[in-house]
Each structure stands twice: as C-alpha cells, then as structure tokens.
C-alpha cells in the first residue's frame, strides 16, 4: 500500500440506493447489514493476495465481542461473517465488494486496509461507516417481508398519532424525520449515554445486533427518569419552564434540543410525544416501527390486572389510587424477531417510552410480543402484565368516604379497558383498528379464558386479595340506570351542552339524589380544577325515564381547562333503600378549525406561497398568538411566526415563502397557538414537482 493516506470513493450514491438509505443527508457512507457495499481505493499491485480488512467499532474493539473482525479477500461471499471480494482493479486503484453479516453490530465502524506481503506495515485507515439494520434481508432479526410496509415503518418520515377519547377519536400529524440533518449521530449517542454503556461499554456494544436489547435500551432512555434520557414526563397541567407537551409537531426538534442542551432533558413530554420520539429512532437504526393508541388503557400499579377508581359521596372523582384508567395512552410497536421466545411469538413487539412504572428497576417496557399479549402468556418477557393490563384489566369504581376510610364498591366493568386500538395505514393517511390483535373478542368466552389463564400465571387467582370487592358486592343490581347524551358541538368556545338521562328500572317508584360535578383533567384523567357542581333530587315513577339539560357556558370553563381540552362529568346517584348508581362521561372538545392552502404548484426549488386562516370563533380577543410551521425537504427547521391579535370573530390569514427542495408527496404541519386555545393543529400534503 502507498506509504501516503489511502484516497478512498465510498461510492455514496450507489451504495446508498442498494441499501434504502438515498434519504439520508450525510456525507458518510451508511449501510445494512446483510448486504455488500462496494469501495474504491488506491494504492496497491496485487491486491487478491496481500489485503486484509480491519472493521471495527466501538473504544475497545475486539473479535470476542464481536465489534472487530479481520478478513482478507475471498472468491465469494460468506453469508456467516465478514468478507471481501474484488470487484476490478486497475494500475493504481483496487474496487472491493465488502459483505457485512446479518446480525452484526450496528453502529459507527472505522474500516482499515493492511498488506500482508510487508511485514512493518501498519493498516492505512480508509475511513469510517455507518451500519444499521436491515429489514429488506431476509437474514436479518427485523426482516419484513412486505415491501411496502418497509417503505412506511423504516422510510416513511410523516406520521398520524390517534388521540382523544374512545367515543370521540382525532388525530394529528407529527414529523418523525429520522434522515434529518444530524439525527443519526444523535441516536448513535443515545446509545453511549445509556445506563448499560455507562456500566459496561464492552457488552453493551457486543449486544448491539439485537433488535430486542435496543428496543428495550432506547424505552428507557427517550424518557429522562434514570439516565438523563431525551425527555421529561409532565402531567400536571402546568408546563412553566418548558414547551407543553400539545405544542411540539416533530421529533426533530426535540432531539436537537436535547444535543444542544448539552443532554440535559428536554422539557416536557407526554405519552405521545415519548412514543412518536423512540419511532424516530427506532426508524432511523432501521428497525421497522410505528405508534399505537390504544383508548381507555388502563395503568395498573399494583399488578393485579384490576384497576380501582374512587369517588366521593359528591361524585367528585379522588386522585388517590396509583391505578388510572387514561383517555387514551399511546406506545410503539417494532418488528422482530423473538429467537428467544420462538417463532410464533415473533413479530410485533410492544415498546413503551413513557415512564409509568418500572422494570427491572429502571423506567423501560418492553418488548412485549403481541401474540403472547393476545394469548395471555404473561409470564414471558419483557413486561407482558403491564402490557396486558393496559388493554385488559378489568375496572372497580368505589365510594371513598375520608372520614372513615370506609370504600363501597358502585360496580364494576370488564369490557371498558382497551378499546379501538389504532395506528396510521400503510401508505395512506387512515385510521387502521388493530383492537383484535390484542385480544379476542370483548366478552367472548375466549377472552374471559384468556383474562383467568393470565390471572392465574401471574398467581392471583390463589391469592386472597382484601382489597376485591366481595361476589355479593358484585352481584348487586342497581335500580336505576343513567347516561350523560351530548346536547350540541364539543367545541372549545361553545357552551358545553349535555342531558343527563335517568331510568327507573323497577316497578316501584324511587327518590333519587344526585350529586354533579365537572373537572378539567389531563388526557390521563387526572382531576385538574372544579369547573361547575350541582345537586337535585328526583322522584322516579315506575320505569319512567326523565332527562335533565346541563349546560356548562363557556365563560365558566375556558379558564380552568387544560391543553388537553378534556372535561369530565360525574353524578354520583344515592338512591334511597338502593345502591349508589355512578354515571360518567369523558368530554374531549374539540379546537376551531385551522385552514392551509398552497398558492400555485409546488416546484423544486422555486419559491411557493403558502397562506393559514384561521377565524376567532369566541367574542374575546385573542393575544400571544404564534404560529410555528415545519415540514421535511418543504423549509429547513421550524418557522415561527408571530400573530398580530384577533379580535372577536376576526378573521387572519396569514402568508409565507416555501422553496422546496424535493420532488414527490411532502407533508406541510402547521401548529397555532394564544392565549385562549393550545396547540390547534393541521398539515397538508403537498406534491412537490420538478
């Protein structure tokens, strides 16, 4: 070898279309695993004989932790371990073809070429490389064998998040944009800040070809409970000293920030946004990933796949209980392999970012098969109980009275938990529901078989628990039966209408008093303020039905709703010589309507008008209005842009240049934000064309 620095061509482009990694915008060469890469380099005479590669990575490379391996040039290619074949050589320049296994460890490798004819030579470094997963090989732990679910859950840069209720479903875009600027070096530096790495570089690296330890690793660190990971965990309603979780529209943001704070955690997250940032990653290492929402999930604190809420004798509902059944709570599925549990239970894998409870001592879940979430094989790992609790715990609501400390069981419901489970289509912009993946049909025997054989796994069905509610307790039929009906729109600005509805279910009369109160809460269903009670009481003819109108003006909620924009109603009915009736309702009220239009056709590199309306539908003025805008190859970062106030029933509209910088379907996220309304959000897809 030339006794000066090799010169090596990487042959970015080429390489980079073989591996589906056109997308990111580096100057290094990044591949997968599995599958040649093709260098040119100079310097040498008879190269088939005396070349011998050095790929190595990580601070103490070495062969037994496989993050170093030695190979000369060989004929063919071997499918077990590192090899080189010639590709041509000429007078001065030699072209290898250089094949990576398929379970090697990913990460930055630094590539190095020694002549083994002289014996004083050190190995010229021809530079470094990035390798990651690879789902298009069949070899691989996280191949998929359907193309275009490739193309959404690795390349696919825009997604679709479900939120509010489970009678009420919306949802919002959210920028994932894995091949941004310097994402990957972040995701590669999440990895050296783990708690694992900290303790022990040289096994941790060792483990990096695995799906499932990086998975579980990278639960733990996108939330900063621990390690000092990406982001910190706020429910409270209240998000002085950092963004609120509803304002960010993208991870990239995030994790900048996180880089630049010198790693110190970003704030604030929640559910989703701990979702939507391990899918980044996840898809920026390759391995194929998508969130999913799931609509009343419960958070079982105590494992005993029951989930008990308190209320008082004037229905108020009491933030006493570490158990909480959420609006909605949102976490990630990755596709892999489980060598370690077997072929059927390979897969989707649940992930969960958000920091609820812990697991094997720090804040992680997962991953947790889905099939042995379905068959209620709750005993295999990672956090299969918590996991299927959250879509199958059974529900206890009881009257809590402080005085005594004395609880009544009202009634309690096992078809609430896990409801319309959904994540974004393949290719399209829809709402796919996956609830049957899951769990078997609500109600069906099957699912009640499944419900006892994971009872029984986890030990509790021999276990004599003082907290269960006695079968007496159970049995009891109520009297009466009542349900709150909505009366008009859910939207924030309008006075919020409902009808409480009472049935007599007997063939007597009954005198019924009932006590109402609406809470603003956070998504999680966390009382926040008092916003109105009342009390009445009603006699009931035999088997008469009697409608009573609510109305809650919007001057009365608007100050003590949260960004979560949720309300929830609660009449707590006593009737006499019967047992107390709960009847509650979950509100999520929608935000006024956002509008995008794109003035002109969209061409690449040529400057196009984009304009936002947006009207103040209340009769207040609006202040501190900002509008914040981000999309992929559409504008480089995030453009704020600050609103002069609304008056009353005004009308803005607001205009700003893109010079987009791609062809092909870009998403445009828009985000408005004052005083009176949080976060109202819409995006537009826009064609960008040569």
Not at 473 to 480: G, H
């Given at each position: 070898?030339?006794?000066?620095q090799?010169?090596?061509n990487w042959?970015?482009?080429?390489?980079a279309?073989?591996h589906?990694t056109?997308?990111?915008?580096?100057?290094?060469?990044?591949?997968?695993?599995?599958?040649?890469?093709?260098?040119?380099f100079?310097?040498?005479?008879?190269?088939?004989?005396?070349?011998?590669f050095i790929?190595?990575?990580?601070?103490?490379?070495?062969?037994?932790?496989?993050?170093?391996a030695?190979?000369?040039?060989?004929?063919?290619?071997?499918?077990?371990?590192w090899?080189?074949?010639l590709?041509?050589?000429?007078?001065?320049?030699?072209?290898?073809?250089?094949?990576?296994?398929?379970?090697?460890?990913i990460?930055?490798y630094?590539?190095?070429?020694q002549?083994?004819?002289?014996?004083?030579?050190?190995?010229?470094?021809?530079g470094?490389?990035?390798?990651l997963?690879?789902?298009?090989?069949s070899?691989?732990?996280?191949?998929?064998p359907?193309?275009?679910?490739c193309?959404?859950?690795?390349?696919e840069e825009?997604?679709?998040?479900?939120?509010?209720?489970?009678?009420?479903i919306?949802?919002?875009?959210w920028?994932?944009?894995q091949?941004?600027?310097?994402?990957?070096?972040?995701?590669?530096?999440?990895?050296?800040?783990?708690?694992?790495?900290?303790?022990?570089?040289?096994?941790?690296?060792?483990?990096?070809?695995?799906?499932?330890y990086?998975?579980?690793?990278?639960?733990?660190?996108?939330?900063?409970?621990?390690d000092?990971?990406?982001?910190?965990?706020?429910?409270?309603?209240?998000?002085?000293?950092?963004?609120?979780?509803s304002?960010?529209?993208?991870s990239?943001e995030?994790?900048?920030?996180?880089?630049?704070?010198?790693?110190?955690p970003?704030?604030?997250?929640?559910?989703w946004?701990?979702?939507?940032?391990?899918?980044?990653?996840?898809?920026?290492?390759?391995i194929p990933?998508?969130?999913?929402?799931?609509?009343?999930?419960?958070?079982?604190?105590?494992?005993?796949?029951?989930?008990d809420?308190?209320y008082?004798?004037?229905?108020?509902?009491?933030?006493r209980?570490?158990?909480?059944?959420?609006?909605?709570?949102v976490?990630?599925?990755?596709w892999?392999?489980?060598?370690?549990?077997?072929?059927?239970y390979?897969?989707?894998?649940?992930?969960?970012?958000?920091?609820?409870?812990?697991?094997?001592?720090?804040?992680?879940?997962?991953?947790?098969?889905r099939?042995?979430?379905?068959?209620?094989?709750?005993?295999?790992?990672?956090?299969?109980p918590?996991?299927?609790?959250?879509v199958?715990?059974?529900?206890?609501?009881?009257?809590y009275d402080?005085?005594t400390g004395?609880?009544?069981?009202?009634?309690?419901k096992?078809?609430?938990?896990?409801?319309f489970?959904?994540?974004?289509?393949?290719?399209?912009?829809?709402?796919?529901?996956?609830?049957n993946?899951?769990?078997y049909?609500?109600?069906?025997?099957?699912e009640?078989?499944?419900?006892?054989?994971?009872?029984?796994?986890?030990?509790?069905?021999?276990?004599?628990?003082?907290?269960?509610?006695?079968?007496?307790?159970i049995?009891?039929?109520?009297d009466?039966?009542?349900?709150f009906?909505?009366?008009g729109?859910?939207e924030?600005?309008?006075?919020?209408?409902?009808?409480?509805v009472?049935?007599?279910?007997?063939?007597?009369?009954?005198?019924?008093?009932?006590?109402?109160?609406?809470?603003?809460?956070?998504?999680?269903?966390?009382?926040?303020?008092?916003?109105?009670?009342?009390?009445?009481?009603v006699?009931?003819?035999?088997?008469?039905?009697?409608?009573?109108?609510?109305?809650?003006?919007?001057?009365?909620?608007?100050?003590?709703?949260?960004?979560?924009?949720?309300?929830?109603?609660t009449?707590?009915?006593?009737?006499?010589?019967?047992?107390?009736?709960?009847?509650?309702?979950?509100?999520?009220?929608?935000?006024?309507?956002?509008?995008?239009?794109?003035?002109?056709?969209?061409k690449?590199?040529?400057?196009?008008?984009?304009?936002v309306?947006?009207?103040?539908?209340i009769?207040?003025?609006?202040?501190?209005?900002v509008?914040?805008?981000?999309?992929?190859?559409?504008?480089?970062?995030?453009?704020?842009?600050?609103?002069?106030?609304?008056?009353?029933?005004?009308?803005?509209?607001t205009?700003?240049?893109?010079?987009?910088?791609e062809?092909?379907?870009?998403?445009?996220?828009?985000?408005?934000s004052?005083?009176?309304?949080?976060?109202?959000?819409?995006?537009?897809?826009v064609?960008?064309?040569?």
């Amino acid at each position: 070898i030339a006794a000066t620095q090799p010169s090596t061509n990487w042959h970015l482009k080429e390489n980079a279309r073989d591996h589906h990694t056109s997308k990111f915008s580096s100057k290094e060469l990044i591949v997968r695993r599995g599958q040649a890469f093709i260098v040119t380099f100079n310097g040498t005479e008879q190269p088939e004989q005396n070349l011998t590669f050095i790929a190595e990575t990580g601070p103490k490379p070495s062969k037994l932790a496989k993050t170093q391996a030695t190979f000369g040039i060989s004929s063919t290619v071997s499918k077990e371990s590192w090899s080189a074949v010639l590709q041509s050589t000429s007078s001065n320049s030699v072209s290898i073809s250089i094949y990576s296994p398929p379970n090697a460890v990913i990460g930055r490798y630094k590539l190095s070429v020694q002549s083994t004819s002289s014996d004083s030579s050190s190995p010229a470094s021809l530079g470094t490389f990035v390798l990651l997963f690879n789902p298009w090989s069949s070899g691989d732990d996280v191949f998929m064998p359907n193309k275009a679910e490739c193309e959404e859950y690795v390349l696919e840069e825009f997604g679709i998040i479900f939120a509010g209720n489970k009678n009420h479903i919306n949802s919002f875009g959210w920028n994932f944009g894995q091949f941004q600027g310097d994402i990957l070096n972040i995701c590669l530096s999440m990895l050296d800040r783990s708690l694992n790495y900290r303790q022990d570089p040289a096994t941790d690296l060792s483990h990096r070809n695995d799906p499932k330890y990086l998975g579980r690793v990278l639960s733990a660190m996108v939330n900063a409970n621990d390690d000092q990971g990406v982001l910190l965990g706020n429910w409270s309603g209240n998000y002085a000293g950092g963004k609120s979780p509803s304002s960010w529209t993208g991870s990239g943001e995030i994790l900048q920030n996180w880089k630049k704070s010198g790693f110190k955690p970003v704030r604030y997250g929640q559910c989703w946004v701990f979702a939507a940032v391990l899918t980044t990653v996840l898809r920026c290492l390759g391995i194929p990933t998508r969130t999913i929402t799931n609509f009343s999930s419960a958070h079982d604190a105590d494992g005993n796949l029951r989930v008990d809420e308190f209320y008082d004798a004037y229905g108020n509902h009491l933030d006493r209980a570490a158990d909480s059944v959420w609006n909605f709570h949102v976490w990630n599925e990755s596709w892999f392999s489980r060598s370690d549990l077997g072929p059927s239970y390979s897969g989707w894998q649940v992930l969960d970012a958000t920091p609820q409870e812990e697991s094997g001592g720090i804040y992680q879940c997962g991953p947790a098969s889905r099939n042995a979430i379905k068959e209620g094989d709750v005993d295999l790992d990672y956090d299969c109980p918590f996991v299927f609790a959250e879509v199958n715990a059974d529900c206890m609501y009881w009257n809590y009275d402080p005085a005594t400390g004395k609880k009544t069981l009202i009634f309690s419901k096992s078809t609430i938990i896990g409801q319309f489970i959904s994540t974004k289509a393949v290719g399209r912009d829809d709402r796919v529901d996956v609830t049957n993946d899951y769990k078997y049909e609500e109600g069906s025997t099957k699912e009640r078989d499944i419900f006892k054989k994971a009872r029984k796994k986890l030990g509790l069905e021999d276990k004599f628990d003082p907290t269960a509610p006695t079968p007496q307790e159970i049995d009891q039929k109520p009297d009466i039966s009542g349900k709150f009906k909505v009366a008009g729109p859910l939207e924030v600005g309008k006075d919020l209408n409902l009808i409480l509805v009472l049935a007599n279910l007997q063939s007597d009369a009954k005198t019924v008093h009932v006590n109402m109160t609406a809470w603003s809460t956070v998504y999680t269903r966390r009382p926040v303020h008092e916003i109105w009670k009342d009390s009445i009481s009603v006699i009931l003819s035999p088997k008469e039905e009697k409608q009573f109108p609510i109305k809650i003006p919007y001057p009365e909620y608007h100050q003590q709703l949260t960004t979560d924009n949720t309300i929830q109603v609660t009449a707590l009915c006593h009737v006499e010589g019967g047992i107390q009736v709960l009847v509650q309702r979950d509100i999520t009220l929608d935000n006024p309507a956002i509008d995008i239009q794109v003035l002109g056709e969209a061409k690449v590199n040529q400057e196009v008008d984009v304009e936002v309306i947006f009207t103040n539908p209340i009769d207040m003025e609006l202040m501190d209005c900002v509008l914040q805008v981000e999309g992929n190859d559409l504008l480089r970062g995030i453009l704020e842009i600050d609103v002069p106030p609304l008056k009353a029933s005004e009308k803005s509209s607001t205009k700003f240049k893109l010079i987009p910088f791609e062809t092909g379907p870009k998403h445009l996220l828009v985000n408005f934000s004052c005083d009176k309304f949080a976060a109202i959000k819409t995006f537009k897809m826009v064609n960008v064309i040569d």
